[in-house]
């Protein structure tokens, strides 16, 4: 069984940061990517940053150099710090976490949400 529990959204003014973290708790063999996705009402999920084991990291086209993601692999954290945020910025931010699990194997795991908006 694996748990993914997001923290760290709230409410901000354009042009300010937020830092997301995501615990990844279970019983847990190895995490070969995490990820951050967000989604607003009416539109599909999308990638916002994704970071593979050996450090690979791709971010959605939308990103610019504003966020940045990180991981503590000996913590099973993931760590989203984004600046300079926009109003379209607001979504529901989630944490997603690709888990070799004992007696399992691998799967894709997704936390709750954490909401996120930006607004004057």
């Known amino acids: 069984q694996v748990q993914v529990v997001e923290s760290g959204g709230g409410s901000v003014q354009p042009g300010g940061s937020l830092r997301l973290s995501c615990a990844v708790s279970?019983?847990?063999?190895?995490?070969?990517?995490m990820a951050w996705y967000r989604q607003v009402p009416g539109k599909e999920r999308e990638l916002v940053a994704r970071?593979?084991?050996?450090?690979?990291?791709s971010y959605g086209d939308f990103v610019k150099g504003r966020f940045t993601i990180s991981r503590d692999d000996a913590r099973n954290m993931v760590y989203l710090q984004m600046n300079a945020l926009k109003p379209e910025d607001t979504a529901v931010y989630f944490c997603?976490?690709?888990?070799?699990?004992w007696g399992s194997g691998n799967g894709d795991y997704w936390g709750q949400g954490t909401q996120v908006t930006v607004s004057s």
């Open positions: 970071q593979v084991v050996a450090g690979r990291t």
């Open positions: 997603n976490a690709d888990v070799n699990v």
């Open positions: 279970g019983t847990i063999i190895s995490i070969y990517a």
